[in-house]
């Protein structure tokens, strides 16, 4: 049976993600994020690879677009020793270039429990959609 607070640890770090990249503190994440991360792009269309590669991606949307409508559910957290996959559905609305778009899917997140924080060490996004809004 999964320790409970091993759960909430990682459940824990991945609200915190959240927070900060919605928040707009993007140097935050970077402790929070192992230096050789992976980011399996959304049909596994392509990758990046590298912290600050990830990092770059957040710091692009940031800059270019403005979130109107963010919402999430549905959150699972499964842990097996010093690994846990944490997952969520979400719905966002957003501004960019322009347009205005309506984005949902469901985001997965596998961290590493590292002395004793839960970094996060690879990503991605999956039934994702997105529209005009």
Not at 42 to 49: E, I, K, S, T
Request: aromatic share 10%; charged share 25%; net charge negative.
């Amino acid at each position: 049976m999964t320790n409970p607070s091993k759960r909430e640890g990682a459940a824990t770090a991945m609200r915190q993600i959240n927070q900060a990249w919605l928040g707009g503190r993007l140097d935050d994440l970077a402790p929070m994020l192992h230096p050789e991360i992976v980011m399996v792009l959304p049909d596994f269309a392509g990758r990046v690879q590298g912290r600050e590669e990830l990092l770059a991606g957040f710091r692009d949307f940031s800059q270019n677009a403005t979130i109107q409508e963010f919402r999430e559910h549905d959150h699972q957290v499964d842990v097996a020793g010093d690994t846990a996959v944490a997952t969520f559905r979400y719905e966002m609305v957003y501004e960019r270039s322009g347009g205005r778009y309506r984005s949902t899917g469901r985001d997965l997140w596998v961290f590493q429990k590292q002395g004793g924080a839960w970094i996060a060490v690879w990503r991605t996004m999956l039934d994702m959609e997105e529209n005009a809004a």
